[in-house]
């Protein structure tokens, strides 16, 4: 036993000699680290405190002001105050007593105010009843709900269709569907705020390029694409996704679709396209920016919209590939979880999608007006139209600001309530300021219905340009 202890002490001298210089110094620091956290730390001792007499605590606790929950708000903030509507939000509305013409609503097809929408919807609601009260997973999935599903991938020629019962929660719900922790979204910065939503619950890694600008998003990805061949292994997992809209509300211009598609294949990305504007509006058959393009539709990964614009209705829609949209069924938010759209509003989006099958002039009457209010919006002193001619949502921004976003709101709301007393119902476009990434300057938003005749329009340009000469001397 003592030769064996004797023969192992031999060895361990040995290996010392034979080690080399860097393993001996680093041990040597390590024997001296543990020396010193043994021998020579210092225990930690808690200071004495002084304690508080019970007339000192009662003091301190009188003077004590909490933070308020939220920040104080004027009692004159525009969110505070509304213009209240009473009966039907269509081609005239009455707001606050006051019976207008509607340039505020994006009825864009007049389907608000069609009797075989009415109907339809009657007969639902006596049928069904009002609401869900449930999610599609747990006895919400009515008969009306797969048709609407049917009839939307069939008049946009794509697979399959999922419908959500709030029109907001749509796109934000479908981004975090697909785009997870650790992938990566190129999205135009002029992106609605419900994108922006689906961005901030996706968790990816956001790379926002200059509004409709492919020579800024060609340079992101060609970038990126630098960065996964320095790492081609998480390059493998990483899903990459480009996020547009079709027609932008916050700028009422149109995104250049051939040309995402073509960066599409080229960087091999996934484009996510939000129709909301574009759907109804766009395209010989209203079919939104791939048949305004003649973009073949499969071309996109994914196409959302809501309904709550030309199909007059509530809820939106997403549509695409069968196995893309089954994929929501189990992973989108708002699916999931939110009680199914009311039968009765699936059933007048039905009876929307037949009118707009049967009519399909409708959508060039839409056009022409669009390109009369732009024409007749032209050279307004003071202020700059925004949009493109077939826009159905104008914006009407100062030619010079004030340096105060405030008092710019203020200036527009003036014209518009100028107008309203006029009978021309206009409304200024709102935004969480806070919340938004980048907040587009204060407008008037200007929206074309086909219900509009060219006295309205008339009218609605002539009380913008007298109080624009009023109010913008």
């Excluded at 960087?267 to 973009?295: C, N, P, W």
């Excluded at 929501?328 to 509003?345: E, H, K, N, T, V």
């Excluded at 003036?414 to 119902?425: G, N, P, T």
Aim: hydrophobic share 40%; aromatic share 10%; glycine share 6%.
């Amino acid at each position: 036993m003592a030769a064996g202890q004797q023969w192992v002490l031999v060895e361990m001298v040995q290996a010392f000699y034979e080690a080399p210089a860097y393993h001996l110094i680093l041990e040597g620091i390590l024997i001296l680290w543990i020396v010193r956290l043994l021998f020579f730390s210092k225990t930690y001792k808690p200071h004495e405190t002084y304690k508080l007499t019970e007339k000192e605590k009662e003091d301190l606790i009188e003077e004590w002001q909490p933070e308020p929950l939220v920040p104080p708000v004027s009692k004159d903030h525009p969110s505070l105050n509304y213009d209240v509507v009473t009966g039907p939000p269509s081609h005239k509305i009455i707001i606050n007593g006051k019976e207008c013409t509607n340039f505020a609503s994006f009825n864009f097809l007049g389907l608000l105010d069609s009797d075989r929408v009415k109907d339809k919807a009657l007969a639902s609601l006596k049928k069904y009843g009002v609401g869900t009260c449930g999610p599609r997973g747990f006895y919400g999935t009515f008969d009306v709900h797969l048709e609407l599903e049917s009839r939307l991938a069939k008049f946009m020629r794509t697979e399959e269709a999922i419908i959500y019962s709030y029109g907001f929660a749509t796109i934000a719900s479908a981004i975090p569907a697909y785009s997870k922790r650790g992938d990566i979204i190129f999205v135009d910065e002029a992106a609605c705020f419900s994108i922006q939503k689906g961005l901030q619950a996706s968790r990816s890694f956001i790379k926002y390029f200059k509004h409709n600008d492919m020579e800024d998003l060609e340079r992101l990805l060609k970038e990126q694409e630098l960065e996964d061949q320095k790492n081609p292994r998480k390059a493998r997992v990483t899903r990459k996704f480009i996020v547009v809209e079709g027609l932008y509300i916050n700028t009422a211009d149109v995104c250049p679709l051939p040309e995402l598609v073509r960066l599409k294949y080229k960087y091999k990305v996934r484009i996510f396209l939000e129709e909301s504007m574009s759907f109804g509006v766009l395209g010989e058959h209203g079919k939104g920016v791939t048949e305004h393009f003649g973009v073949n539709i499969d071309d996109i990964d994914l196409i959302s919209a809501n309904m709550e614009n030309a199909v007059a209705s509530i809820g939106g829609f997403c549509c695409g590939r069968s196995f893309v949209i089954d994929h929501q069924r189990l992973s989108g938010q708002g699916y999931c979880f939110s009680a199914s759209l009311p039968p009765m509003l699936a059933a007048a989006a039905i009876e929307a999608l037949s009118i707009m099958e049967e009519d399909p002039e409708i959508f060039s009457v839409l056009k022409r007006r669009c390109s009369q209010v732009h024409q007749a919006l032209q050279g307004i002193p003071g202020l700059k139209l925004v949009g493109v001619p077939f826009s159905p949502a104008l914006h009407l921004q100062l030619e010079r600001s004030s340096g105060c976003r405030s008092s710019d709101l203020q200036l527009l709301r003036s014209i518009v309530d100028h107008c309203l007393d006029r009978h021309v119902a206009l409304t200024v476009a709102r935004y969480l300021e806070k919340e938004e990434r980048f907040v587009p300057p204060p407008s008037i938003r200007v929206v074309v219905t086909v219900e509009q005749t060219d006295e309205d329009i008339q009218k609605a340009v002539s009380c913008i340009r007298e109080a624009a000469s009023i109010f913008l001397r």
